[in-house]
């Protein structure tokens, strides 16, 4: 059964990088035909899509962050990432990574990342 | 791209059944049978309860259903319990390859 965990810094500075990493047990990360995405929720908000990784690499990102963010993977570790630059107050939120593309499940826990100085 | 409508709240009593709307165009919603249900009880992850319309995967109560007409995706759910208390949103895939969220439903059971 596979499993997700997301990782990374709880604070970041305004104007800086938001780096996150989601492990993948119970599964392949390479295998198959998956689809690994990306959505964030501010508190009391809804969810907002960010993006998703196709396994081969190709990726497709929600035109409001395109220019800020780049979804990676890590086959060796059986992780992917998330890098969202020039973060400001408005992209503190709970970052959940997750499995699929249309049919998101599982989802990881979710980890709070509050942008402040 | 514009987040699919639903409805800020419903509410229902236990043993009744309630629907909650989505709304989108036909770029969304309209263009493919790709909209999915999700639940989110406070403080956890949203666990998906619909998905393509309308099948459920497996271990979801087939109290939960879900169809399409138009533009507009509804979620119904029978015999309401009071676990059924959660946010609910829906997704739909886009023309432009993306994913898009509605802006959640808060059932509250009475």
């Known amino acids: 059964q596979v499993q997700l965990q997301e990782s990374g810094p709880g604070l970041v500075k305004p104007s800086q990088t938001l780096s996150l990493m989601c492990n993948v047990s119970?599964?392949?990360?390479?295998?198959?035909?998956?689809?690994w995405s990306w959505i964030r929720q501010p508190a009391g908000k809804a969810l907002e899509w960010i993006g998703r990784m196709y396994t081969n690499g190709r990726t497709n990102y929600n035109p409001s962050l395109k220019s800020r963010v780049t979804i990676s993977v890590d086959t060796s570790k059986n992780q992917f990432s998330l890098n969202l630059s020039s973060v400001t107050a408005a992209d503190t939120a709970v970052y959940y990574c997750?499995?699929?593309?249309?049919?998101?499940?599982?989802w990881g826990q979710g980890t709070l990342v509050t942008v402040s100085s | 791209q514009s987040a699919l409508t639903q409805p800020a709240s419903v509410s229902g009593s236990p043993g009744q059944s309630i629907t909650i709307s989505c709304t989108g165009t036909s770029s969304d919603v309209g263009g493919y049978y790709s909209v999915s249900w999700y639940q989110q009880h406070p403080g956890k992850a949203p666990k998906i309860m619909i998905y393509?319309?309308?099948y459920r995967p497996s271990g979801v109560s087939n109290r939960f259903s879900g169809s399409k007409s138009g533009n507009t995706a509804s979620l119904t759910i029978s015999g309401l319990q009071a676990e059924d208390e959660a946010d609910y949103y829906c997704?739909?895939?886009?023309?432009?390859?993306?994913?898009?969220f509605g802006g959640g439903t808060k059932l509250t059971v009475l």
């Open positions: 119970g599964g392949s990360i390479s295998s198959g035909s998956d689809y």
């Open positions: 393509d319309v309308s």
């Open positions: 997750a499995r699929g593309s249309t049919r998101i499940d599982p």
């Open positions: 997704s739909s895939f886009t023309t432009s390859s993306t994913l898009v």
